[in-house]
């Protein structure tokens, strides 16, 4: 199975700050892109972010402005920076590769309270 561990979730107040944090194995991040996906209480898992095989970022339009991804390659990690974080954002928040692969961390949860 793929090795993906996340970290940095936490509970935060509207308009405060978190940055996500996604350790992937080697020969997994050296050939995958990576994304940020997160799933609400009840609702479906979606994609927040992600790297194309270009190496260009995307973003959902609930997020734009406010989330920024990263990778650093000498680390394996792939970061989600939450700016402006609304209650909206509450949600389980998974790294995978994109497009995903069929097994999942564990995620990370982010509540924000308003």
């Known amino acids: 199975q793929v090795q993906l561990v996340e970290s940095g979730g936490g509970l935060v107040q509207a308009g405060g700050s978190l940055r996500l944090s996604c350790a992937a194995s080697?020969?997994?991040?050296?050939?995958?892109?990576m994304g940020w996906y997160r799933q609400a209480p009840g609702k479906q898992r979606e994609l927040v972010a992600h790297?194309?095989?270009?190496?260009?970022?995307n973003y959902a339009d609930s997020v734009k402005g406010r989330f920024t991804i990263s990778r650093d390659n000498a680390k394996n990690t792939v970061a989600l920076q939450m700016n402006s974080l609304k209650p909206e954002d509450t949600a389980v928040y998974y790294c995978?590769?994109?497009?995903?692969?069929?097994?999942w961390g564990k995620g990370t949860l982010v509540t924000v309270s308003s």
């Open positions: 790297f194309t095989r270009e190496g260009r970022t």
């Open positions: 080697g020969s997994i991040f050296n050939i995958n892109a």
């Open positions: 995978n590769t994109f497009p995903m692969g069929l097994h």
